[in-house]
């Protein structure tokens, strides 16, 4: 008799785009909070045809920073619960508490979800916005992206004013099995951008379950995108967006002439 | 009054007893990322009895045998993550450090147990002496009665004098799990475990991350060394369960299940048309054995 209760995180296998502009599952955005203050979080959520983000808001939360809070907190994304921009107590009551410089780390631990995080600063005077993903990874910020699936990645900076250079090469292998050995997946490869979109490696390689991770010296928006799958053949399914990923439909006899009339 | 009985009526007497055991148990230990069980049903078969001109009785050659043994081993896949580790930062700033994302919604369980009934054996042997109790049926019974789920029969309404074996030594051969059961309980495991592991390179990945299921199992379960070594240890130290067969033999025929009964007062006369049954008190009972022959005196009438 056997029984177990095994759900495999299937978007950990079978990511294949990742684009700063909607997180997903194995990417993580490093924000760093480097004034003192309060500020806003708004988080997106993209429609489920993979659409961007729309405006409805799936989570608002405050964070303040002083000399006192925390160096580090990461916020995934999927576990948080729906909060309607009315029902938030983000006006009131600080969700979290970073000191000045501290990083807060948005990530997607399960699901088919993508989101963006737009964060404003609340100023005496004005607000600013310091982080909208879904345009842009600002200088300062890191884009960590775990690549779990074999084969070739591409990376490239898609507003880069340079005109060579803007992209990379990931060559992602498994590790050889080695008995009694754990493979260690912690160790991260830190590729920069120059302020011209120049990335700091054309080519690299990386061991399955290793992270990627961006560093942009001026924003950026990154696109991760598997080109050859483990087998060396083209990866058809990538698409050139996650939007564009073929999906079952039912379309409603005579809506389609209808509308057209 | 003396009374003598032959090996061989002794040895019928005994086969009474020997097939009406019927030991039961059940238990669970939980360690760490594992629960394992047993739940067990054994009877005894065969043996040869020898009396002894010591005053003993050696029953050799019992077998004791499992009409059940499941062995249930659930163990708790521990979570096989990717990502993780720090991004050094320049000094002062601290390192930042990545979530790590694992591959499975929760910790994925699996279990198994099988039934082990057929390849396990045992082989018994009790030396013990014959003693004589009276049983008097006016007395309250002790509390907690321990004799209750042992007993074949009700306790009798009047008094009697009851023969029992009382247990000088029992030997029961150690649970040795042949290199058979260690392997089919290690292959039951295995596939189980690969049961919920995806097939290709993501197998390839977790079987990269924990280690190969092999050691997975061995680091799960914390076994230096083979699969029989443990289940061995486990039942035999952990457990317990050989030293609780023993205590139920011991009780079920040293105190709770006599070989031979007599009633007192011993009816020598039965009832008849109008008449009463004629009965004897009996006194003073003693009970020994020689290489022949169980002979048991009494005084009977009144003292």
Redesign the interface.
Known sequence: MMKNRATINRPVVSSRVFDSSSLGVLMTLFHRFAEAGDYDVKVRRADSAGKPAGEAIFRRFRVRTDAKGEDQVNVDLAAAPHIADSECACHDEASYHLRVDGVMGFYVSRGTGRFSVEVVHLGEKAKRTVLDSAKSVPAGDLLAVTLVRPGTYKATNLIATAKTRTSSTIAVGLPKPEYGVRHDTAKALVVTTKPSGVMGESRSALQSGQTLVFAPEADARFRVSLEKDESGEPDRKSGANPAERRRFRYQKPGLKESRKS | MTVAASEKVFETAFQLLRDNIDFQAADSTSSGNFVVGYDVQGHMEGGSIDLRDDNTVRIDELDWKWDRFILSL?ID?PEI???????PMPWP??D????E??????N??????PDLSALLAHELSVVGSLVPRFFDASAPLPVPDICAPLRIEDLPTNDQWRLHIDPQQIDLDIFDFSDIVADLFED?LT??IS??I?GG??R??I??????IA?LIRAILDIPDDIGEWLADLFNVSFGLGNLILQFIAEFIGACNPVFAIDDPFEVLAASDDLVPVTVPIRNLTVRVDDDEMVVQADIGAP
């Open positions: 659930g896949i993550c990717v990502g993780g580790g720090c991004i700033i601290p930042i450090c990545l979530p994302i694992c591959i499975f919604d929760g994925p369980d699996v279990s198994i147990a039951l596939s189980a049961a919920i995806p390179w993501v390839d990945l079987l990269a991350i924990i280690g190969g050691d």
